[in-house]
């Protein structure tokens, strides 16, 4: 009896330790995902705003949302974009991986989701300018 209580420990402390380092790796991805997808979003700019009265960039709703989606689909992950005011688009990833030890004990997947923001930004500015 005590032979299996202490099997089914450590057979659940294998699937932390090979499971957690999944659930790492899969959080990274999300992030990495998420982050160059904002900013595939963030290079579209509304080109009619920006040569025209002044030249004001900001981004292009339509076109950026497309662009960070295409990002999304090309990466083989679902995810949101939505942009925010004139310069901000974030985009969130959500990763769903299978777990390998961890069914034993029930856990059959792990589920990670990260959130990146990229802002159009325009200029140079360095101290004392």
């Known amino acids: 009896m005590l032979l299996i209580v202490f099997f089914i420990a450590l057979l659940a402390a294998a699937g932390l ?3 957690g ?3 790492l790796r899969a959080a990274r991805q999300a992030s990495a995902v998420a982050e160059e997808a904002a900013r595939a ?5 509304d080109r009619s705003r920006a040569y025209a009265h002044g030249g004001q960039f900001v981004i292009d709703r339509q076109a950026a949302t497309n662009a960070a989606r295409s990002y999304l689909a090309h990466s083989g992950n679902a995810g949101t ?5 004139t310069q901000t688009i974030r985009v969130t990833v959500t990763i769903s991986q299978p777990t390998m030890l961890l069914p034993a004990i029930g ?3 792990i589920h990670v989701t990260k959130t990146a923001t990229a802002d159009l930004i325009q200029g ?3 101290p004392g300018r």
């Open 81 to 85: 974009v939505s942009v925010i005011g």
């Open 21 to 23: 380092g999944a659930k």
């Open 107 to 109: 856990i059959d997947q």
């Open 124 to 126: 140079v500015t360095a």
């Open 17 to 19: 330790v090979i499971d």
């Open 41 to 45: 979003g963030a290079g579209e700019i």
